[in-house]
């Protein structure tokens, strides 16, 4: 329990609510919590409990009295969590009160009390005591209120105890609560923390240029709360790129919500984002939140955007520029505080001058632009993937690392992967699967395609004649794809073939491979 404790939420407790109800039937005494500086919680400030005797009625409706009530409830905190166990105490204007110290683990944080009595033991001298403060107090009231004395609940000793259990009872379901809540808050936190080093920059893979300049990129954005439309084909991880962006920023511990805008129909996806009220539509039996209030805080992530139609367009603008939203058959308007991140494989500027897209959405969600290469276009990252779904795989499944041998390995990296990192992924923990207890993995395990693909990548090579003029056609070959696939980046595509970039440099030469001669 901490100083934001959310103290009504105990008057929620059916227990805390029926004690104080029994309580209330059974002594006529009033139940109030006092947090670790000794404030009245739990009740309209400025207010305690609604007295159920008149005479405390009159002393709290009194500005002096009310003083008087307040500064013997911090008095009575700071008492009780120093016992440490409940205590009965004689207040100022002669009552009996018992108090009970709230205890989470090692902290004692506030305490509950029960005043508005009087001890057996004591009675005539507290009565004494009582008109005597009535008369300095409320003198116009004196007469009326020393006729009501006789109404006070006097408890004996044994009642006592029975009134020192019961407010025990409350705060062992107050101290209850909050554990759950607190263990709850723990686990949040928790996830939140792994999510976010799941996450992470450091554990993104990928040490090729195109990936750092997009690392570099997100880091940028991830704390705003501007939208982002990230652009890839299918299987390059667009999703994990928008969970970084998430999970790295200050919304990190709200939610992240995802939804394939292209697995709806327009009816389906408008009451799964917006939500609908019950009878809007045939099946609609009950409300439903969308996705947008679920989301509230958070961010929510629209994968495939390029498949929504002109008129949910329209609808989700409305949502991005005024975070308004109304759901399915209601006429009311809703706001929700959520970040918009979208992804998508097509073409959006060209879907917008082919008018299947509308224009102002398209500006609207391309504020920032994130592009996710495709693993053709960063080689030199297959290796280090690679290397992460074997380890990956031998975490999950309990048993030592894999190693690829050299010639599996050239084959992967020959593969085009139309599929992207995906399809990598799929291909190792198949590869991993095949080889059973092997440790090295070979290419005889590995799928049909990519052994038919790499048989068959330079079909024009000569098989016949001499070795030497074979070999220099396969240099050739090798440097110019190798040149087209680097962006013509000599010293990359150097370190990639093991030569020293002079090498390359004579064999780009005397092969004319300059990129002004063959362009």
């Known amino acids: 329990m901490s100083d934001n404790t959310e103290w009504q939420d105990f008057e929620k407790l059916i227990v805390v609510r029926r ?50 009530c307040v500064a013997e409830a911090r008095k009575t905190t700071v008492d009780t969590m120093g016992a440490k166990s409940p205590r ?13 110290p709230i205890k989470v683990g090692s902290r004692y944080l506030g305490c509950v009390f029960g005043d508005g009595f009087i001890l057996k033991e004591s009675e005539a001298e507290q009565k004494s005591r009582i008109e005597n403060y009535i008369g300095r107090l409320l003198p116009k009231q004196e007469k009326e209120l020393k006729a009501k004395i006789a109404e006070i609940p006097v408890l004996n000793e044994k009642e006592v105890g029975y009134l020192t259990e019961l407010i025990t009872i409350v705060v062992d379901e107050m101290v209850s609560m909050q554990k759950s809540v607190s263990d709850q808050s723990h686990k949040v936190n928790q996830l939140s923390a792994e999510l976010g080093t799941r996450f992470g920059f450091a554990n993104m893979v990928g040490k090729s240029s195109a990936m750092q300049g997009l690392y570099s990129l997100v880091e940028r954005v991830c704390d705003s709360d501007t939208t982002v439309l990230i652009n890839g084909a299918n299987g390059t991880g667009k999703e994990l790129i928008a969970k970084a962006l998430h999970y790295n920023s200050k919304r990190k511990k709200s939610k992240f919500i995802t939804v394939n805008c292209g697995a709806f129909n327009e009816n389906l996806l408008e009451s799964e984002l917006f939500g609908h009220v019950k009878g809007a539509f045939t099946g609609a039996a009950k409300d439903k939140v969308g996705l947008f209030e679920a989301a509230d805080g958070g961010t929510l992530f629209l994968d495939e955007v390029g498949d929504t139609s002109m008129s949910m367009q329209v609808k989700l603008l409305r949502v991005l520029q005024e975070g308004t939203f109304t759901p399915v058959g209601s006429t009311q308007v809703k706001k929700a505080n959520v970040r918009v991140l979208a992804a998508t494989n097509k073409n959006l500027e060209k879907m917008v001058q082919e008018g299947t897209f509308r224009e102002d959405m398209f500006y609207r969600l391309n504020v920032i632009n994130l592009v996710v290469p495709s693993l053709k276009d960063r080689k030199e990252d297959i290796p280090l993937l690679i290397n992460h779904f074997l380890e990956r795989y031998a975490k999950n499944s309990n048993k030592p690392v894999k190693v690829v041998n050299k010639d599996c390995m050239t084959r992967l990296m020959d593969h085009e992967w139309p599929g992207n990192v995906r399809e990598l992924e799929n291909e190792v923990e198949r590869l991993c699967v095949l080889a059973g207890d092997d440790k090295e993995i070979t290419s005889d395990f590995l799928s049909g395609r990519i052994q038919e693909k790499t048989n068959t990548q330079y079909p024009g090579l000569r098989v016949h004649g001499r070795l030497k003029d074979a070999l220099e056609q396969l240099e050739k070959q090798l440097i110019r794809e190798g040149l087209e696939r680097t962006g013509w980046n000599k010293s990359r595509l150097a370190k990639e073939l093991g030569i020293s970039r002079a090498g390359l440099i004579m064999k780009v030469e005397k092969y004319a491979l300059e990129k002004r001669k063959i362009s």
């Open 19 to 68: 004690l104080r109800e029994v309580i209330g039937k059974w002594f006529h005494i009033q139940i109030n919590f006092t947090d670790a500086k000794g404030f009245l919680r739990g009740v309209p400030e400025g207010k305690f409990f609604n007295p159920l005797n008149p005479i405390s009625q009159a002393i709290t409706n009194d500005d002096k009295g009310f003083g008087d």
């Open 88 to 100: 009965t105490y004689r207040c100022k204007s002669g009552f009996s009160a018992v108090s009970v």
